[in-house]
């Protein structure tokens, strides 16, 4: 056996890193580490053995012809040959932490591949064990406390338990103070400490916390200059950090910020980068966020250019098509209402069809692509004046009154408000759209009952608009030009007196300036 294990050794000294049987050199060598481990019970066999695999598994990136067959079998294996050496490492044994840190990290990798929460819950119970034998002054304790905090992270993403990220949170600055300026990894446990915080951020909208978040990653930043392998991970999670905040408050600075950092990751991920797709989704929503902002025209047209050239590089089965055909059909619709192409109408709607394609009933965005499509098929009537083409679809309608489009707009309306139950924070927009759709069928058709359903789903968003909702004028207008088609079609005076009193109502919420 040991003839064996000196002959791999000797065969991977001959493959070199670049070398094209270096992998298969690296599983060949722990095999027979495993092997001897399995005869002689030696634990630091099987260390060897696994950190082995781990090499070979690095050089078989996600996409590699054998990674598939290799994972599944190479993560049970690798979690029973750690339980094996964890029994020879009973409590007292100077390596048991090693050891429960190197279960922990299978269980994890295991739970990254095939989504079982056990496993996570394992590896969170392991590396607590693990921090306990590494206590401050221990050399690891950073490498626990950054372990125990991402799979913590990991379980508050699946189940959303906020004392999880609480945790991982003082868990990343533990860490952060082990690694002090000059450390290895100080630029890792700033990023983490940043992501976490962000998460925070998200969950409860303390701004503190998003403050942080952004400083951190500028601290981090500065750790990770030009051709660091990380940059390009640090300029994104910035320029989200100041996304995000000028979300909450505005400061147009922070979004140009936010887009030159875009562009600097965009060009660290070049053509066939694995992340170049998401780099360009994330510049393509900044540049739709400071259009909506500054309306420059140049910054929607590329846009628009850099989500077609995101869908490129994300085909039929990509996680991530239904986001950028939803970002395009949202672009080109917004190019519409500036321009009144009709032909940017037409793709706008295709697109929107093909997203909710790929979101299927149960999916978490299904309403999204049921509102945005229902959207363009009939709620921007008032954008430009009437089109020669009278065929066109969607929104077309108000230019050539389609009715059946107005029909099929309500009926996407209606599915849209059955995934926006009591509680949901866009139920109130439904009920406004819905509402919106079926006056504009009305004054079309001139039938009571459209009108009545109307004034009922007008009525209804209001009570969820209550005193200081942005929205509330909006609601108190179009409830009161409900009740007026309402008292034209059949004279009853008390729709006309509730209509003034609403119009009243309306007029003291907005500022002597307002548009309206």
């Known amino acids: 056996m040991a003839d064996n294990v000196e002959q791999c050794r000797a065969a991977l000294k001959r493959c070199p890193h670049g070398h094209s049987d270096r992998s298969q050199s690296l599983n060949n060598l722990a095999i027979c580490l495993r092997d001897r481990f399995m005869q002689q019970g030696i634990p630091s066999d099987i260390d060897e053995s696994i950190e082995l695999h781990r090499a070979a598994l690095f050089l078989h990136p996600s996409g590699h012809s054998d990674r598939p067959k290799a994972v599944p079998s190479d993560l049970d294996?690798?979690?029973?040959?750690?339980?094996?050496?964890?029994?020879?490492?009973?409590?007292?044994?100077?390596?048991?932490?090693?050891?429960?840190?190197?279960?922990?990290?299978?269980?994890?990798?295991?739970?990254?591949?095939?989504?079982?929460?056990?496993?996570?819950?394992?590896?969170?119970?392991?590396?607590?064990?693990?921090?306990?034998?590494?206590?401050?002054?221990?050399?690891?304790?950073?490498?626990?406390?950054?372990?125990?905090?991402?799979?913590?992270?990991?379980?508050?993403?699946?189940?959303?338990?906020?004392?999880?990220?609480?945790?991982?949170?003082?868990?990343?600055?533990?860490?952060?103070?082990?690694?002090?300026?000059?450390?290895?990894?100080?630029?890792?446990?700033?990023?983490?400490?940043?992501?976490?915080?962000?998460?925070?951020?998200?969950?409860?909208?303390?701004?503190?916390?998003?403050?942080?978040?952004?400083?951190?990653?500028?601290?981090?930043?500065?750790?990770?200059?030009?051709?660091?392998?990380?940059?390009?991970?640090?300029?994104?999670?910035?320029?989200?950090?100041?996304?995000?905040?000028?979300?909450?408050?505005?400061?147009?600075?922070?979004?140009?910020?936010?887009?030159?950092?875009?562009?600097?990751?965009?060009?660290?991920?070049?053509?066939?980068?694995?992340?170049?797709?998401?780099?360009l989704h994330n510049l393509a929503v900044s540049l739709q966020d400071r259009f909506t902002q500054h309306g420059v025209p140049s910054d929607l047209d590329e846009c628009i250019e850099l989500n077609r050239v995101a869908l490129l590089l994300r085909p039929p089965g990509h996680s991530g098509r239904s986001h950028t055909l939803n970002n395009l059909a949202n672009s080109l619709g917004n190019r519409f209402s500036q321009r009144g192409v009709l032909s940017d109408l037409d793709e706008c709607i295709e697109l929107h069809r093909a997203a909710l394609l790929l979101r299927p009933p149960g999916h978490p965005n299904r309403s999204h692509s049921l509102h945005n499509l229902a959207n363009s098929l009939g709620n921007i009537f008032n954008q430009r004046g009437i089109s020669s083409d009278l065929d066109d679809l969607g929104n077309r309608f108000s230019h050539g009154g389609v009715l059946s489009d107005l029909d099929e707009c309500i009926e996407l309306h209606r599915a849209v408000l059955l995934l926006r139950p009591l509680g949901h924070p866009d139920r109130s927009h439904s009920l406004h759209n819905l509402a919106v759709s079926f006056r504009d069928r009305f004054t079309r058709r001139g039938i009571p009952s459209d009108i009545d359903e109307s004034i009922e789903l007008h009525r209804a968003a209001l009570l969820l608009r209550s005193s200081g909702h942005s929205d509330r004028p909006k609601s108190l207008n179009n409830l009161a030009s409900s009740l007026r088609d309402r008292f034209t079609q059949r004279g009853v005076p008390s729709d006309l007196d509730e209509s003034i009193e609403l119009d009243r109502a309306a007029l003291l919420l907005c500022s002597p300036d307002h548009s309206n």
């Open 77 to 279: 294996e690798c979690i029973e040959l750690n339980q094996a050496a964890l029994l020879l490492r009973p409590l007292g044994h100077f390596d048991r932490s090693h050891s429960l840190n190197n279960l922990a990290n299978s269980f994890q990798a295991r739970f990254t591949h095939r989504g079982v929460l056990c496993d996570l819950d394992k590896s969170i119970e392991l590396h607590r064990a693990a921090l306990l034998l590494r206590p401050p002054g221990h050399s690891d304790r950073s490498h626990t406390l950054n372990n125990l905090a991402a799979s913590l992270q990991d379980r508050f993403n699946q189940r959303g338990i906020l004392s999880d990220l609480d945790e991982c949170i003082e868990l990343n600055r533990a860490a952060l103070l082990l690694r002090p300026p000059g450390h290895s990894s100080r630029s890792h446990s700033l990023n983490n400490l940043a992501n976490s915080l962000g998460n925070r951020f998200n969950q409860r909208g303390v701004p503190s916390d998003l403050d942080d978040c952004i400083e951190l990653h500028r601290t981090a930043l500065l750790l990770r200059p030009l051709n660091h392998p990380d940059r390009s991970h640090t300029l994104n999670n910035l320029a989200n950090g100041l996304g995000n905040r000028f979300n909450q408050r505005g400061v147009p600075s922070d979004l140009d910020e936010c887009i030159e950092l875009h562009r600097a990751a965009l060009l660290l991920r070049p053509l066939g980068h694995p992340d170049r797709s998401h780099s």
